[in-house]
Every structure is written in structure tokens, then in C-alpha cells.
């Protein structure tokens, strides 16, 4: 599959961090930027930006906050540098974080909302595009989100917002391939003047032929993590995507020696991937945390019981 | 998805005892066996069929012959009893190693071909059809064959075998879900009479995607192992088919179950699942003996060098 507008974007550390509340050392940050450089990527995320303020610094990692001079420190010195994206959440940043564009070492900042506050969405990209970044927005939960509401979401978004790009998120990795065609169709109806992304997890193996439906159906935008690390079940993983994808710019060894060197490591001390209670969570289209919760009881692999223990909940 | 006509075939047993050389302990082909059972999966296949004349038994365990009284030591006593599969290699297997069905415990023969050695698969089916047995013909390497040669041997499998269902099989783990279109439509143009099957490797994460893809393409014959064990990367994973399929015969419960209490433990002992030379000769349409290979030397996790190998191959 090549096609030229095709953007792959690693969102590794900030996805990642999920797991660890940001908690990474810098020599992995750093062993992940360089992966990505070398491998031709066009974006690496490589955190939230929060405000001080709202969130607590002692209880996050740096990478909750990317600070500039954080940032210096990992990119300095490196070539065929990747674009630099963060992202924010509705509701944990200020517009005072975010300083000019010209005044920052990062290119792209993405706006991550519900349905329901894409009004606030709307005037924190505005923002962002007015400073002098590239922007995305990606709608989360939209398989918890009405049809109704979804399309007056995207008709303001085309309307209102400035920014380039909507993704399109499986945050609780429900989709399957029929539901990627349904949504992009929709999608395409209402953002006319618009890119899409897609970025989605991975909790039923279908991370990645999900972000393939997404190719098929015109998303230019690829959301991936490297040996698809991230919180739950992770994400479409890099290695595969890189390999699917047919341009030449892309090169998959530095991500496969970054999985041998680091990644392997990693697993060691933090759990991702295909584990059963987030394939039940993306089946039944549940938020991950009742998987999370479960993971660190003696019950972590009793799979019978914590079905039950979800579809006991009453519904009036 | 749910459509009555669709059977889900579990050949945990069979495609796992490719890692092992069939040296399944007879505790745990019962536990699978009622598991299977109990969830109401269509089929399940035990194992091989094969010569002890061509085979030497000292060199496998039980379930590459499968034997009637050893097949009758796992299912008695079992309630809810699906029908039994053995699979064939042609070259592997005599006529006179199969009795007719009514000597037998054995519902369905499975005979697996690749696209050159079709007449000899057809003339083999034959026999087990005219003994009273349901029977498939599974297509292996598909992504090997040449085109032409693969109409060929669709139009001689049309006319001249008395098979019911016909497989795709994606051996190595290659295809992602526009192939599947595309062979289904193929499969289906020239096999007018016939049900279309398929069974796919996971070498890319794609086993099930493209097993969803299959049924949207009208495929009724579905492959899955229980937590994707196989060769390699392994298979689509029953739990995820029957979590997708809303046919309310399945119970996913005996499928976690068995997971919990056998699968993890096994998978101390026993390698398979998303392993990264896997993946990569999925990427490059290769048999896994390569990564087989590699997975018993210090170099098991050195996938830069893995790939370099298989890249450096001269083609003249």
C-alpha cells in the first residue's frame, strides 16, 4: 500500500506512559526518538501537555508535562528528525501552557475529546492553530457515543475548528473492519475540508487491520506504537504497520532493534498486549479499567469470573 | 455476525501438535475436548491421520495417527459432543489407512493439498466421500501459487472431487483482508457447488481480521484455536470468533476456562503467538522454518539479523 499523503505518527511514550503515569527514563525516550528518526516516521508523540496547576507534578512523570527544556535534552544531537507532537486533554490544560509556535520545539499538538465537549475542543485548537501549530483532534469513545450527537460533533468540527486533521479512536478496541468503513464514510460526509486519522487499539488483535481498513477508506493520518505498547492492549503495532507499508521512506530495522534492545526489557516490569480481561473489555465495548483493576488481584486470571463480574452489572 | 449456516472448526489439537510433534498429554486433549464440547463449537480435529508405514511412531506422539480407541479414551463420557476432524498430507496417508465411517469415531477427513498436487487430493477425497465421510479439501500456500495454476486446480476441484467445502489456508501468515476478497471472490466464481472454508496464521496479527473478512465474504467454514495456539504465530483465536459470532449456541465460558487452567501454564513449556521472525516472514510471504530455526539460538531475539538473513538471498 503506498500512497504518497500517507503520515505515520508513533505515539509510543505517550500512549505508553498510560502504563507508567509517564514515568519513562530518558535513555529509553531517547533509544525511541532515535528509532523513529532513523526509521523515516514523520511524527513521534512524546507526551501530554498538562498544566502544573490542574494536575500534580509529583505524581506524574515528565512526559505528563513535556517541558521544553525536557524535550531539548532528548532530540539534541539527533538527524532526520521526526516531527514532535504532544497531546492535550479537555480539561487538564490551560491555553497559557502552550506557548507560540515559535517559541517551541513542538510541531503538532492534538486535541483528545468526547462527543460531548467538542464545543471546548473547538476553542483550545483555535488556539493552537492560531499560535502556529499543526493540530489534530481526535474524538474518543465514539462506539459509546450516539449517532446523533456524533454528527452534529463533526459538523461543528468542520464548521468551527481550524485544525487540519480529526482522527477517528477505538478507545476501547471494539471496532472491526465493517465499523472503520461505516465510520470514515461518515466521517468523509461531514469533514469535507479535513484529514483523517485513525488510531486504534488493539484489545482483539484487530489494532492493526483496523488502521489497514482506515488506509483503505482514505485515513491519511496512522497512529502506531512501537511493539504496540500502550495501556490495556496496546495499539496497532509500528513493526507492522512499517512493513505494510510500501514507501520507501520507511525503514522497519531501527524499530526491530529497538524492540530487541529495549522493548523485550520492558516487558519485563510493565504489561501490555493480548491479555484476555481487555479482549473481554473490547467485546463487550467497556472501558479498559475494570481489566486494569483486575490485573493486579490474585483474580488476574480467573477470565470466567471476571466476564461474570461484568455482565452481572444491572441495567435499569 | 450471525448467520446459522456458519461452522466453527477447532483444530487446536491438530495445528498444535505441529509445535510439539503431536505429544499432547491425553489430560489436556480432554480438557480441550470438553471444553469445545461445552461452548458448542461445530467440529474439532484431534489430529493427523497418517501411515505408520510412512511415519515412523516412534518419531510422533499419538495424535499424528490418531488411532480409534485413543480418539474413543478422550471423547467417552463427554456430553454435548461435537463432530471429530482428523486432517490428511497427501504422501502421508494410504486409502487403507481409513476405514468406512461406520467403523468409525470420526465424522470429517480434511485433505490438505498444495495447488500442484490437487489430483491427487481430489482422487483421495473421493475415496473418503464414497466412505461416508464429511470431507474438505484445505488449499495450503496459496500465496505461492501461481494464478492461473490456482484456477486450474479451483475448476478440476469443481468438476471432478465430491468434497463439500473447499479451504483457503493463508500459510504464512501473508494476507491482510483485501486478499481475502479477492480469493473469495475467486474461490466462489469457479466453486459454483461447493462451501467456502478458511484458516488463517496470525504471523501478523491478522488471523481473525481476516477471518471476519472471510465470513463477510461468505466463507462458512471458520478455523480458530483455542488462544491462537499453532506453528509459529499460531491461528485465529477461538475465544475472539466466538466473542464476535452472536449465534447464541456459543458459550465463550468453557473457552476462558480451559484458557486459565491449561493454556497459560502450557505456554511456559511451549512457544507460539506474536513473535517478531514470525511476523517477518509473514511480511515477506515465507514459510516460518526460518523462524523456527532461529527461535533455538542465541539469535532468537536479534530480528535485525533475522531479516538481513533472509533479505541477502540471491535470486537469479
Redesign the interface.
Known amino acids: 500500500m503506498y500512497r504518497e499523503a500517507i503520515k505515520v505518527l508513533d505515539c509510543t511514550i505517550r500512549d505508553g506512559g498510560l502504563i507508567n503515569d509517564h514515568y519513562f527514563e530518558d535513555s529509553f525516550v531517547k533509544a525511541v526518538y532515535r528509532a523513529i528518526a532513523a526509521s523515516g516516521v514523520d511524527y513521534m508523540e512524546i507526551g501530554y501537555k498538562a498544566s502544573k496547576e490542574l494536575l500534580a507534578p509529583t505524581k506524574f512523570g515528565k512526559w505528563k508535562f513535556c517541558d521544553e527544556n525536557e524535550i531539548k535534552k532528548i532530540i539534541d544531537g539527533v538527524e532526520n528528525r521526526p516531527k514532535l507532537s504532544v497531546m492535550c486533554d479537555i480539561g487538564r490544560v490551560e491555553k497559557s501552557d502552550i506557548p507560540p509556535k515559535k517559541d517551541s520545539v513542538i510541531d503538532m499538538i492534538r486535541v483528545a475529546t468526547y462527543v460531548k465537549e467538542v464545543d471546548k475542543a473547538i476553542d483550545l485548537v483555535n488556539d493552537f492553530v492560531d499560535k502556529g501549530y499543526e493540530t489534530t483532534v481526535n474524538i474518543m469513545a465514539v462506539s459509546k457515543a450516539q449517532d446523533n450527537e456524533l454528527d452534529e460533533a463533526l459538523d461543528q468540527l468542520e464548521r468551527e475548528s481550524r485544525t487540519g486533521v480529526v482522527y477517528i479512536v477505538d478507545s476501547f478496541g471494539y471496532y472491526?473492519?465493517?465499523h472503520i468503513t461505516y465510520l470514515a464514510a461518515k466521517f468523509k460526509k461531514y469533514l469535507k475540508t479535513k484529514e483523517l486519522g485513525i488510531h486504534m487499539h488493539?484489545n482483539?488483535?484487530?489494532?492493526?487491520?483496523?488502521t489497514?481498513?482506515g488506509i483503505?477508506e482514505g485515513c491519511n493520518y496512522l497512529d502506531a506504537t512501537i511493539y504496540g505498547i500502550g495501556r490495556g492492549a496496546g495499539n496497532c503495532?509500528m513493526?507492522?504497520l512499517i512493513?505494510?507499508l510500501k514507501n520507501p521512506k520507511f525503514d522497519?530495522?531501527p524499530i526491530?532493534?529497538v524492540?530487541?534492545k529495549e522493548f523485550?526489557p520492558l516487558l519485563k516490569t510493565m504489561e501490555w498486549?493480548?491479555i484476555?480481561p481487555y479482549?473481554?473489555t473490547g467485546?463487550l465495548n467497556e472501558h479498559p479499567r475494570s481489566a486494569i483493576a483486575v490485573r493486579s488481584t490474585p483474580d488476574k486470571?480467573?477470565?470466567?469470573k471476571f466476564?461474570n463480574s461484568l455482565s452481572a452489572v444491572e441495567v435499569d
Chains 1, 2 share one sequence.
Not at 204 to 210: D, E, Y
Not at 301 to 304: K, M, P, R, S, T
Request: a negative charge.
Open positions: 472491526y473492519q465493517e488493539n482483539q488483535q484487530l489494532g492493526f487491520s483496523n489497514i481498513q483503505i503495532p513493526e507492522l512493513g505494510f522497519i530495522r526491530l532493534e524492540i530487541s523485550l498486549g493480548y484476555i479482549a473481554i467485546m486470571d480467573n477470565y470466567v466476564l
